[in-house]
């Protein structure tokens, strides 16, 4: 997916997931879009890991000596002298079982607080086995607060019941923008199954209706062909729709994946697409490419 300035948009969801970690503004970073999408990730990756390794030792000697202490005292403890911060440094060294038991006493805007502050791969554990309603009420609260990175690397460390939780506690916007910075896009297609038919079709609706046509296009690629298929099809015989995304493909320089996925769909859902662009926007029909050369 390449932008009209020639700048890869598949970048994009690296810059935003390092500028959260950074905690820097994504625009501050955006000289970096210019680099390999997997040089990105690798920068993210190492970062991390700095972050995280630093006095490793020390937040391991913390979690060993909360095991002396009950589990409502850890609580305190960690939301009024360690701060979320700190408390998610020391959660990836407890013991899964006494990290949820401790979850469970801490309210829900300092868990949000702490799972910003999380590398999900160091409490792959603890993750997994927080109770589904609770997870519902930590992505409520990251919702709120646009907290879409946050989400999007959670995702892969849930399991179904908790994702279908979080799901439900998720607009179909925030979905579209958490699934375009999601750590393991092989997730999608199991996301859509969980969201249902109705539910995509909600979701490509909030395309249109926010402007999110990029990250539309970025979950319809990583869906099945038949699933693609049909949300296509679907989209193009709603004319509001097909100029919100016509108006995209030119505003973001996304025609080829525009018409990557119209070449998956069927023949009269191409020409009605074709036709549309031909009708109403003459001065884009060549936009259309080898797509528009019709005998």
């Given at each position: 997916m390449t932008a009209r300035d020639g700048r890869p948009l598949q970048s994009r969801p690296e810059i935003l997931k390092l500028a959260r970690l950074l905690h820097r503004d994504p625009d501050s970073l955006s000289y970096l879009e210019a680099l390999p999408v997997d040089d990105l990730r690798r920068l993210r990756e190492q970062v991390t890991d700095v972050l995280f390794s630093a006095n490793e030792r020390t937040f391991a000697?913390?979690?060993?000596?909360?095991?002396?202490?009950?589990?409502?005292?850890?609580?305190?403890?960690?939301?009024?002298?360690?701060?979320?911060?700190?408390?998610?440094?020391?959660?990836?060294?407890?013991?899964?079982?006494?990290?949820?038991?401790?979850?469970?006493r801490l309210p829900t805007s300092f868990l949000a607080d702490v799972a910003i502050e999380l590398d999900p791969r160091r409490a792959s554990d603890v993750i997994a086995r927080i109770p589904p309603d609770q997870i519902a009420a930590i992505t409520r609260e990251l919702v709120r607060r646009d907290e879409h990175v946050t989400m999007g690397r959670f995702i892969g460390h849930l399991p179904n019941a908790a994702i279908a939780a979080?799901?439900?506690?998720?607009?179909?916007?925030?979905?579209?923008?958490?699934?375009?910075?999601?750590?393991?896009?092989?997730?999608?297609?199991?996301?859509?199954?969980?969201?249902?038919?109705?539910?995509?079709?909600?979701?490509?609706?909030?395309?249109?209706?926010?402007?999110?046509?990029?990250?539309?296009?970025?979950?319809?690629?990583?869906?099945?062909?038949?699933?693609?298929?049909?949300?296509?099809?679907?989209?193009?015989?709603?004319?509001?729709?097909?100029?919100?995304?016509?108006?995209?493909?030119?505003?973001?320089?996304?025609?080829?994946?525009?018409?990557?996925?119209?070449?998956?769909?069927?023949?009269?859902?191409?020409?009605?697409?074709?036709?549309?662009?031909?009708?109403?926007?003459?001065?884009?029909?060549?936009?259309?490419?080898?797509?528009?050369?019709?005998?």
């Open positions: 000697r913390l979690a060993a000596a909360s095991k002396l202490l009950p589990a409502a005292l850890n609580a305190t403890i960690a939301q009024r002298a360690f701060g979320p911060v700190l408390a998610a440094r020391i959660t990836g060294q407890l013991e899964p079982s006494r990290a949820v038991e401790v979850a469970e979080a799901l439900e506690a998720t607009d179909d916007r925030a979905l579209l923008r958490t699934g375009f910075v999601l750590e393991q896009k092989s997730r999608l297609v199991q996301v859509a199954e969980l969201l249902g038919p109705e539910r995509l079709e909600g979701v490509i609706d909030a395309a249109c209706g926010d402007d999110l046509w990029p990250e539309a296009l970025d979950l319809l690629a990583h869906l099945d062909t038949a699933r693609q298929c049909r949300l296509i099809e679907q989209a193009v015989q709603r004319d509001a729709l097909l100029e919100s995304l016509v108006q995209a493909a030119e505003r973001h320089g996304i025609w080829d994946d525009v018409l990557g996925l119209q070449s998956v769909t069927g023949e009269a859902s191409r020409e009605r697409f074709i036709r549309y662009v031909e009708e109403r926007h003459p001065e884009l029909v060549s936009r259309l490419g080898p797509l528009g050369r019709r005998a």
